[in-house]
């Protein structure tokens, strides 16, 4: 009885685990771009040096690469368990791939006044690595709903709706950063890069994951209709999502000054005061207001 027990539940979670394989392996490989990827010795920095800047930006990307892989095993299974593996196993990598591009991208278009590998090793800038951290885990989102949806007909149609979804979600992430300035009374590249202000980068990487969220959002679900690869109403849904997600994030930052710091200005505790504290109040209040934007619309 005990023995055929064990058997049904060893048949029952073989798949799964067989996936599981496949998915914990992806993750060991996207260790080994990041690694292969980075001019410093991650190791070195790590242990020898104790370079805080570097494990925040790191452990943004570690979680961020669970994120994305993990959305490859959202969309429903062909039946076919063999055919599920291989296609898992490209969807892994596929979402590796974007991962890291976006990494590049990001690097060069969010925080594109200094060399963000400068910042975190020559002078273990935790604001850079605050901000990197933020960003990976917003593009972690993207790439996660990027991977998991399905379009009808040929996989080549789902691979290029996956494309062009991971795009539009770049493209909304660089018009963040830059919105973000735009309502911040401080040089945010200045007070991170130039006075290694770590609460600013809390601030900043805290919105942007804040918008990496409903961009999730925003792109999670069917991505055709009627054999198309992206339809009209998937794309309005998504700017639709987009601009509510500004306009409600714009709106929580004069929350944050006048209900939860009545007694202080937002943007002089972080950019002026380095006041870590106030940071963490503003990307909380961020992050509340993306949850409650994706509960509610």
């Avoid at 989102?141 to 795009?167: T, Y």
């Avoid at 714009?250 to 005061?273: C, H, M, Y």
């Amino acid at each position: 009885m005990i023995k055929d027990a064990v058997i049904g539940i060893l048949r029952d979670l073989g798949p799964g685990l067989l996936i599981l394989a496949i998915v914990l392996v992806a993750v060991w490989i996207g260790k080994l771009v990041r690694d292969l990827l980075t001019r410093y010795k991650i190791n070195e920095e790590l242990t020898d040096k104790n370079n805080a800047s570097v494990g925040v930006a790191l452990a943004g990307y570690y979680v961020a690469l669970a994120i994305a892989i993990a959305g490859v095993l959202a969309g429903a299974g062909t039946g076919d368990l063999w055919k599920d593996a291989v296609l898992v196993g490209v969807y892994s990598l596929v979402a590796i791939v974007l991962l890291n591009i976006s990494a590049l991208v990001n690097n060069k278009l969010i925080l594109y006044k200094f060399d963000n590998q400068k910042e975190l090793v020559d002078d273990q800038n935790s604001g850079t690595g605050a901000t990197m951290a933020g960003s990976y885990l917003a593009t972690g989102l993207i790439v996660n709903a990027a991977v998991s949806g399905e379009a009808a007909g040929e996989w080549w149609k789902g691979l290029l709706a996956c494309l062009i979804f991971f795009a539009l979600g770049q493209v909304v992430l660089v018009l963040a950063g830059l919105w973000y300035q735009l309502i911040t009374k401080y040089d945010i590249h200045k007070v991170i890069g130039d006075d290694k202000n770590v609460a600013a980068g809390i601030g900043f990487g805290g919105f942007l994951f804040a918008i990496g969220y409903v961009v999730k959002a925003a792109m999670t679900g069917d991505t055709a209709s009627a054999g198309s690869i992206v339809s009209l109403v998937d794309l309005v849904s998504f700017a639709m999502y987009v601009v509510i997600a500004f306009v409600l994030l714009t709106i929580g930052r004069l929350i944050t000054d006048k209900v939860f710091l009545p007694k202080a200005k937002i943007s002089d505790e972080i950019g002026n005061q380095g006041n870590i504290a106030a940071a963490a109040i503003a990307a909380a209040i961020y992050i509340v207001i993306a949850v409650l934007i994706v509960s509610a619309v």
